[in-house]
């Protein structure tokens, strides 16, 4: 399990730099441009040819250095063929966010969690066939680019009614790359410093503990993030009605649609941290067995502090939409270094 954390933690990073919060801009315009019924195919093709080219890069890197990553983070140099085959994976899953915040922008729902099913479904499968053939870690690695791949393949075809080609797209989405780099890179700083802090504690965890620890860790945090997924999906669901409102110019609605939402939302989310935190050690040993029972004091702690997660799926994406990207940036900012104030203080558990 530790090592699986590191090669995910390789990927999550490699998505996170190719993206350069070009995802969350696109939700945002193409929920704006459909609002106001114009054609949004120029933002995809943009956002979409700068992913090609930042993670083809990325991906290269981490093929040529792949012994010496593999030495610094899995210890030992023999494992680099799996540092390869994850960049692989990296370029592959690259594509994925793209598709998923062009459905989300157009207001697809239904569509956009079929093809997060079948994501999961075709990723998992490949996962168990591979690793019930004997191949190990390595077929967990392959049944991810195997499993990504016919991902991309699903999205495309659940996405491509929407983009209409023309003969000057290709002319239009090279000019708006400018622009929009401009105006996501504020949420790609927040995002980095969000994403250093979230790895903050398991890096400290890989880097002088053994793996085994990171496992447990991290088996801490997918439990809670069954809690916290319920929120995103609140979250996700608000985000096209938001900008769709917004480029309508209906600031009205979306006062009203705030109202009525976080009512629903603390209902479903506050019930549910109290009753994770009351069974955070039962959970923890039914969602991963008894080897992983250590966590559950981590488990409890996130849970204390999950009620944040529904008032936040109300107002996730508002920022973004009315353009105060500075301001993402400015909050995650703040927010991280509230925690490391009080780290010293509270230690590794908090």
């Known amino acids: 399990m530790g090592t699986l954390t590191v090669l995910t933690l390789i990927v999550s990073f490699t998505q996170l730099i190719s993206d350069f919060g070009l995802s969350q801009a696109l939700a945002k315009y193409v929920a704006e441009l459909k609002g106001r019924e114009e054609d949004f195919s120029a933002y995809f093709l943009s956002s979409l040819t700068f992913k090609i080219f930042a993670a083809l890069i990325i991906c290269l890197i981490l093929s040529l250095f792949s012994e010496d990553i593999s030495s610094l983070l899995l210890r030992s140099s023999s494992l680099h063929g799996l540092v390869r085959l994850i960049a692989i994976d990296a370029f592959i899953s690259a594509f994925i966010p793209a598709f998923n915040?062009?459905?989300?922008?157009?207001?697809?729902?239904?569509r956009m969690a079929a093809c997060n099913v079948a994501y999961t479904a075709t990723r998992w499968t490949a996962i168990a066939i591979l690793v019930y053939q004997g191949y190990g870690i390595y077929g967990t690695i392959i049944g991810w680019i195997i499993g990504d791949l016919l991902s991309v393949i699903i999205y495309a075809?659940?996405?491509?009614?929407?983009?209409?080609?023309?003969?000057?797209?290709?002319?239009?989405?090279?000019?708006?790359?400018?622009f929009l780099l401009r105006f996501s890179w504020p949420l790609l700083a927040a995002s980095m410093i969000s994403f250093l802090y979230t790895w903050y504690d398991q890096a400290l965890v890989i880097a002088f503990l053994p793996l085994e620890s990171v496992g447990i860790y991290n088996i801490s945090r997918k439990a809670f993030a069954v809690l916290a997924g319920i929120a995103n999906a609140l979250s996700q669901s608000l985000f096209p009605y938001y900008g769709m409102t917004y480029g309508r110019g209906d600031h009205k609605a979306i006062s009203a649609a705030i109202k009525k939402a976080s009512r629903y939302t603390m209902l479903i989310i506050f019930p549910l941290t109290l009753g994770l935190f009351s069974t955070a050690k039962a959970t923890i040993t039914l969602f991963a067995g008894q080897q992983y029972e250590p966590g559950w004091s981590v488990l409890a702690i996130m849970a204390v502090f999950g009620l944040a997660y529904g008032i936040s799926s109300v107002l996730a994406g508002l920022l973004v939409i009315y353009e105060k990207t500075k301001t993402v940036m400015l909050l995650n900012i703040l927010s991280v270094l509230f925690s490391l104030l009080l780290l010293p203080a509270v230690g590794m558990l908090g």
């Open 101 to 110: 915040n062009l459905l989300l922008g157009a207001g697809l729902l239904k």
């Open 157 to 178: 075809a659940a996405s491509a009614h929407l983009v209409k080609i023309s003969g000057n797209l290709l002319s239009n989405s090279t000019r708006l790359i400018p």
